[in-house]
C-alpha cells in the first residue's frame, strides 16, 4: 500500500483549500482512512478519519464543521476538504490507512502518506 497526499499549498486565513490521497498497490475498499497534522515542533495529531464504506466519519473537536472528509472507493483517493482556514491550521498534513472494517478510526494506522504542507497566513 503506497499513500501520495497532495494539494498543500500557501493561503490566507479564512481561505479554502482540498487535500487528496491518492491509495496504490491494492483497492482502497476494506481500508479505513485518515488525516493528521503535525505542526512546527509539536506532535502528529488526528485530524478526521473515514471508515471503509464512506459511512462513518470521525473528526477532532478542533476541526468539526469546518473540515469535510470524504473518499471516492473507485478512485482510490481520499479528500479533506478544509474551510475557513485559520493559522493555527497551519501543519504538515500526512492521510494515513489501515485495513479494517470497524469504526475504530482515530488510531492504529498502518500506512502513511508523506505528507503535504499546509500554511495560514493571518
Known amino acids: 500500500v503506497q499513500l501520495q497526499a497532495s494539494g498543500g499549498g500557501l493561503v490566507q486565513a479564512g481561505d479554502s483549500l482540498m487535500l487528496s490521497c491518492a491509495f496504490s498497490?491494492?483497492?482502497?475498499?476494506?481500508?479505513?482512512m485518515g488525516w493528521f497534522r503535525q505542526a512546527p515542533g509539536r506532535e502528529r495529531l488526528f485530524v478526521a478519519a473515514?471508515?471503509?464504506?464512506?459511512?462513518?466519519?470521525k473528526y477532532a473537536d478542533s476541526v468539526k464543521g469546518r473540515f469535510t472528509i470524504s473518499r471516492d472507493n473507485a478512485k482510490n483517493i481520499l479528500y479533506l476538504r478544509m474551510n475557513s482556514l485559520q493559522p493555527e491550521d497551519t501543519a504538515v498534513y500526512y492521510c494515513?490507512?489501515?485495513?479494517?472494517?470497524?469504526?475504530?478510526?482515530?488510531?492504529?494506522?498502518?500506512?502513511w502518506g508523506q505528507g503535504t504542507l499546509v500554511t495560514v497566513s493571518s
Open positions: 494515513a490507512a489501515k485495513y479494517s472494517l470497524d469504526n475504530d478510526l482515530a488510531s492504529g494506522y498502518a500506512y
Open positions: 498497490g491494492r483497492s482502497s475498499s476494506g481500508y479505513g
Open positions: 473515514i471508515n471503509f464504506s464512506g459511512a462513518v466519519t
